[in-house]
């Protein structure tokens, strides 16, 4: 379903993807794990179309996506349709007076009528557990809430792919947990998942396949996740565990620990 | 064969129907949307990205530079830029704007190809908006405001654009400070120059979420497009609020001092040289050689 290839991209001579190559099947949930400042963010802002590799192709459902198709609005609108995207800062995806005019918003511009818009939010409201917030202004909400609203308005669009950036940050542990199993129930439900995050704490349950970025902005590894995890020296290459003194009963030691654990 | 891959096929189906129908997952979710699009114009929200994103790459390639470029001193690149632009606007001798345009196009030799493109853009077209305001002027006769206006107008855009693409926002904030600009305004420029950055990435991110959500025909834009600007005033006034607190929490009592070490160099040397031998032309040719 996504086909990247040998695709490079960089912020005004600043590399950030470097020779990444990678494919996505459909129903496949994959997450991208590595340090901060790897390329993460870049490569799902490239999955969603926001920015165009410098070399290399992307094709996305066996089309190639460039600036040319995405210029025609047509094709854009479909593509965006398809595929859903989650940013890290939820707020940003937040622009209209009331929650249920945010998750109305996608499916109003599909040419749904207002019968079936009104039961894709309800459904949506029920689905994340925000009924209560249904009239009420999405910027006075706390930041857990505000990340609800955001999936809720990308979900009410009946995206094929969800891509969600960072996911799991700045939400307390209750939210985290729901969050996780909401997830994983989507990807059972057919729908591809792609999530980056450092967070290695929930990994294996969502998503049974990793790709893990270097901070050369390239793949270092792309494996099983309880492969990945398991490789300690891998992991301690990219920032991803560390190590230090600690007592466990009485007894002072040395050992490596997963972040979150 | 056949008959037990449909059953395998069937048995999943029924698998996702139980676990949604627990989950309270709609039906409409677990389908393939068959959506076909109706074309609808986007051209502002494409517009605004594409300025927006001019604008940060621009702060980006400044905070990116170690140095200022050449090393020279801030303080001396600000002080001749200004003086330069006076003299220029002073002088009645097209021969000394000559002369100053001719120094700027060397300077200009010096700076990166993608920094000269700009800067020559940008003043080439500054330059030729005041000729068409001079036109009129040229109809009744009077050919001396557009010969004198236009290159004084060229070289002066040039000239302040070298000074932005050469040397960093924050080197040039701290020069206030030699020429006794109060500390508290100097503060205030560079979180100026910080907030824009901030605000300008966030109602970027914010365009391109309007972007991906515009999955159809939008009736009514302004309304997406007012809440963003209304989320960015929100935005702002939070942003505006935690400084304050964390200015209080950090001992701030409304005095800030900066500490700038003064520095010379051989790039100075040869700087403030150049700059004397134009203040030199400018006496020159105005004296001797005024038309």
């Keep these: 379903m996504i086909e990247i290839t040998n695709v490079s991209y960089s912020y005004s001579n600043i590399p950030a993807l470097n020779n990444i190559s990678l494919n996505i099947s459909k129903g496949e949930s994959v997450t991208l794990m590595g340090p901060n400042g790897c390329g993460k963010s870049t490569l799902l802002k490239l999955i969603n179309g926001i920015v165009i590799p410098d070399s290399g192709s ?93 999936i809720a308005c990308v979900l009410s669009l009946n995206p094929e792919v969800l891509v969600l950036d960072e996911p799991l940050n700045g939400l307390d542990p209750r939210t985290q947990r729901w969050l996780v199993e909401f997830l994983i129930d ?62 466990h009963v009485g007894s002072k030691h040395r050992h490596f620990h997963l972040h979150n654990y | 064969m056949l008959l037990k891959k449909v059953n395998l096929q069937i048995y999943r189906a029924e698998k996702i129907n139980i676990i949604m129908a627990e989950k309270n997952i709609p039906d409409w979710l677990l389908k393939n949307e068959d959506y076909l699009p109706q074309p609808d114009r986007d051209t502002f929200i494409n517009k605004s990205i594409r300025s927006l994103l001019s604008v940060l790459s621009h702060i980006h390639g400044q905070s990116r530079h170690k140095t200022d470029l050449f090393g020279i001193n801030a303080a001396f690149s600000l002080m001749f830029t200004i003086l330069f632009i006076v ?172 500490y700038r070490k003064f520095k010379f160099s051989f790039a100075d040397a040869v700087y403030i040289i150049a700059n004397a031998l134009i203040i030199f032309c400018f006496i020159y040719f105005g004296k001797y050689l005024r038309k």
């Design chain 1, 186 to 247: 989507f990807n059972k439900g057919g729908k591809t998942l792609v999530i980056s995050t450092h967070n290695l704490e929930f990994l294996q349950e969502i998503s049974n396949r990793a790709l893990l970025f270097d901070e050369y902005h390239s793949i270092a590894a792309d494996m099983e996740m309880g492969r990945i995890l398991e490789d300690i020296d891998l992991l301690k290459k990219v920032n991803l565990v560390d190590e230090y003194y600690h007592e």
């Design chain 2, 87 to 258: 003299l220029l606007s002073v002088s009645r001798s097209l021969v000394f704007i000559i002369a100053a345009n001719v120094y700027l196009l060397l300077v200009l030799c010096l700076l990166k190809a993608e920094d000269i493109v700009v800067i020559l853009k940008t003043s080439f077209g500054i330059a030729v908006f005041t000729i068409i305001i001079l036109l009129p002027t040229v109809l009744y006769g009077n050919l001396y405001s557009i010969t004198m206006i236009t290159p004084k107008v060229f070289a002066a855009v040039a000239a302040i654009n070298i000074l932005s693409r050469s040397t960093r926002w924050h080197s040039i904030t701290g020069a206030f400070k030699t020429f006794f600009i109060p500390d508290i305004f100097i503060l205030v420029l560079d979180i100026t120059i910080m907030y824009i950055m901030m605000l300008g990435e966030f109602s970027l991110n914010m365009l391109y979420a309007l972007k991906l959500r515009s999955v159809g025909r939008n009736k009514s834009k302004h309304t997406s497009l007012s809440g963003i600007a209304g989320t960015m005033f929100i935005k702002s006034k939070e942003m505006a609020e935690d400084t304050y607190a964390a200015m209080e929490c950090r001992g701030f009592t409304g005095e800030y001092r900066i």
């Design chain 1, 58 to 150: 992307y094709r996305f459902d066996g089309e190639e996506i460039t600036k040319k198709k995405l210029h025609d609005s047509g094709f854009s609108k479909l593509f965006h349709q398809k595929i859903g995207f989650v940013f890290q800062n939820s707020q940003t995806q937040l622009f209209c007076p009331e929650v249920y005019d945010e998750i109305a918003f996608g499916p109003r511009q599909m040419g749904i009528i207002e019968s079936e818009v009104e039961k894709r939010v309800e459904d949506c409201l029920n689905l994340l557990n925000i009924q209560a917030l249904k009239y009420r202004q999405p910027y006075h909400l706390s930041e857990g809430e505000k990340r609800k609203i955001a």
